[in-house]
Each structure stands twice: as structure tokens, then as C-alpha cells.
């Protein structure tokens, strides 16, 4: 199964947009990529997920690669409560998921 | 609807006891997954069910056993406990290909 790689943190302005990349250069065609956070030691809060298409929802944007071997997940205007760990993900085929050790964002006031 | 709920929430064991953690989830959910989370590190995946009456191994399965007698349910099992199992341990669930819906976590100790 492919594995991603992340930054181990990043920094964002509140009202900024935050931009996640990923990495997941052994990704298959068929498989997924989710993104997930993780607030403090909650359980991982789903966030968006793709194929090849770009895709947007009411919480971010999935901006993937034409090769798809790489993503970046758009946060469009960081708040404070967006400060988490940020888990970029490659679905197995029974559908696995298989975690890196993610971002942590930060949202600076 | 609860979503996945994990009983118990805290847990302290001492090294070679035995214990059941059990995830239940009420969203008629076909799979389910068991993970573990040490500090600093992601979520690994333990074992997995597809279905009612099956199970298969995830990435770090040594030292588990896992059941899934009823749809709703499945169960991790600790038969002998050991202090590198101490671990926050997340159950999940999913409508086959789709997003998996996390519960609050179970966090163990073992000394």
C-alpha cells in the first residue's frame, strides 16, 4: 500500500488559507486519498477525499496532481479552531487506512 | 444516532492481565477497524472486519485477537497484557468504501 508524506508542521495567519501538501508518490490508480484531523486526542474528524478529480466541500478543497502523486488539502480561511493534526491518507482496498504521522497546523491570531 | 461508541474510556492493567475493549456502532455499518495511537505518531491499523463473522489483520496485529459476532460490535482483545501495548486505541466504522466514522478512543495503561 502507497504511504504519504507530510511536513511535521506548519504555521498559518487566522483568515488566511492554509495550505497542506502531501506526498504519496507509490499511489496506485485506483486508490483514494482522504484527509482526516485530529483535534488534541480526539477521534479523526473526516475532511475530504478524491480520486483524481479536484474536489470541494463546506469544510476544504482537494487540489491533486495530474500524475497524483501528490495533494494539497486547502483550508480557505484558517480559524483558530483549525489548529490540529492533519492526516493525509491512502485508502486500502478493503478500505484501510493507512496513517502517516501528519501536520500540525497551528493558527496564529 | 451515537455513532461509534468505545467502552471503557480509561483503563489501567497490570502486565499479563486480560481484557475486552468493545466498539459498537448503530449506522448499520458493514466495516469496522481497530487503531492504536502512540504519542507523536499516527494511527495504526490493528485489525479490520468487513462484515459480520470475519476479521483480518492489519498492520500491528501481534498480541490481538478481535471478534465480530454481531454487526454492530466488534471486539479487541488483550490476552496478555504488556506494557508496550499502553496506547490510545480508536474503533471505527464504515459504509464499505466510504469515509470511516471514529469513536472517542479507549486510553489503555499498562505497567
Known amino acids: 500500500d502507497a504511504k504519504t508524506t507530510q511536513p511535521t508542521s506548519m504555521d498559518c495567519a487566522e483568515g488566511r488559507a492554509a495550505n497542506l501538501p502531501c506526498n504519496h508518490s507509490?499511489?496506485?490508480?485506483?486508490?483514494?486519498v482522504y484527509w482526516y484531523r485530529q483535534i488534541h486526542s480526539q477521534g479523526p474528524q473526516y475532511i475530504i477525499h478524491?480520486?483524481?478529480n479536484n474536489e470541494t466541500n463546506e469544510m476544504a478543497s482537494l487540489i491533486i496532481t495530474e500524475d497524483r502523486k501528490s495533494s494539497t488539502l486547502i483550508l480557505p480561511h484558517a480559524t483558530l479552531r483549525d489548529t490540529a493534526v492533519y492526516y493525509c491518507?491512502?485508502?486500502?482496498?478493503?478500505?484501510?487506512?493507512?496513517f502517516g504521522t501528519g501536520t500540525s497546523l497551528t493558527v496564529i491570531p | 444516532n451515537a455513532g461509534v461508541t468505545q467502552t471503557p474510556k480509561f483503563r489501567v492493567l497490570k502486565t499479563g492481565q486480560s481484557m475486552t475493549l468493545l466498539c459498537a456502532q448503530d449506522?448499520?455499518?458493514?466495516?469496522m477497524y481497530w487503531y492504536r495511537q502512540d504519542p507523536g505518531m499516527g494511527l495504526r491499523l490493528i485489525h479490520y472486519?468487513?462484515?459480520?463473522?470475519?476479521?483480518a489483520k492489519g498492520e500491528v496485529p501481534d498480541g490481538y485477537n478481535v471478534s465480530r459476532l454481531k454487526k454492530q460490535n466488534f471486539l479487541l482483545g488483550l490476552e496478555s497484557a504488556a506494557p508496550s501495548q499502553t496506547s490510545v486505541y480508536f474503533c471505527?466504522?464504515?459504509?464499505?468504501?466510504?469515509?470511516?466514522?471514529f469513536g472517542p478512543g479507549t486510553r489503555l495503561t499498562v505497567t
Open positions: 471505527a466504522s464504515s459504509y464499505i468504501s466510504y469515509e470511516q466514522y
Open positions: 507509490t499511489i496506485s490508480g485506483n486508490e483514494y
Open positions: 478524491g480520486l483524481k
Open positions: 491518507i491512502v485508502r486500502g482496498l478493503y478500505n484501510q487506512f493507512y
Open positions: 449506522m448499520n455499518h458493514e466495516y
Open positions: 472486519s468487513v462484515g459480520e463473522g470475519t476479521t
